[in-house]
């Protein structure tokens, strides 16, 4: 995580503002003005220092610990089952150990004591992947588990949930897809939603479908892309429930 060494190292800057820069920044130590709309000013001088690739990881990894922070604070506490879920995500799917892991605990304290709110850490996390739209899904996905963790899919954790829907422009059948994992459902009516098909379906309709979603979570896919390399394991997560759903229908429609 090469981006990580030069930010701890205190070396580099960045060229992001907003509320995410100013998440960073505050995260790793630094002081810097923050303009008239609130957002940070921080590496504007020094734009180059980080390369396009690392400055994508950078913003990646700020974006999914503040969103969590103010996520997890939306039925008014941050329970134990919610904290556990995180360290889950930073340990077993992001990877994260040592400084990296401290790092990421950091932004999601600092995130936690800003003023700034939820639409506006999704905002701009979607104003730079829209165009990635495996990463979105993924986030959303990353979301709707954080809601559930407690066992109680609290109200005010729904409107968070269908805030970031809005603003990732998530589509209902995409929503549905990635619902049907958290929530009561049979588990073959779960199989269709994750591969966004209808149990009316004929098979050559469940394998198109299949083909699709298996294409935008493939982990060669994911890495051509140049997505953060933290969300390659996680992409391999849902690449392997795509698998297990369409050889579920499969079996059975006796295909």
């Avoid at 929503?175 to 098909?197: A, F, G, N, P």
């Avoid at 394998?207 to 933290?230: M, S, T, W």
Wanted: aromatic share 12%; glycine share 8%; hydrophobic share 35%.
């Amino acid at each position: 995580m090469s981006w990580m060494g030069k930010i701890l190292g205190g070396t580099v800057g960045w060229s992001f503002g907003g509320p995410l820069g100013a998440v960073i920044g505050a995260a790793i130590g630094n002081h810097f003005d923050q303009s008239s709309s609130g957002g940070s000013q921080f590496g504007s001088q020094q734009r180059g220092n980080l390369n396009q690739q690392e400055e994508k990881q950078t913003i990646f990894f700020t974006s999914v610990f503040s969103m969590l922070a103010k996520f997890a604070q939306a039925d008014g506490t941050v329970s134990r089952a919610e904290i556990k879920t995180i360290d889950r995500f930073i340990k077993n799917e992001l990877k994260l150990q040592g400084e990296a892991r401290k790092l990421a605990i950091r932004v999601f304290d600092e995130a936690k004591k800003k003023n700034n709110s939820f639409e506006e850490y999704a905002q701009q996390f979607y104003d730079n992947f829209k165009n990635e739209q495996t990463l979105v899904l993924g986030m959303f996905d990353l979301l709707m588990k954080i809601a559930v963790a407690d066992n109680d899919f609290h109200h005010k954790e729904e409107q968070y949930i269908k805030k970031a829907k809005n603003i990732f422009k998530i589509n209902d059948s995409q929503y549905e897809s990635i619902r049907s994992q958290y929530v009561d459902t049979s588990d073959l009516e779960k199989y269709y939603k994750i591969l966004e098909c209808s149990p009316e379906a004929d098979f050559k309709e469940v394998k198109r479908q299949y083909r699709k979603k298996a294409k935008d979570f493939h982990p060669d896919n994911v890495i051509g892309k140049g997505l953060p390399e933290e969300f390659v394991d996680f992409a391999e997560q849902e690449f392997k429930k795509i698998n297990d759903a369409y050889e579920k229908i499969k079996e059975e429609k006796g295909a």
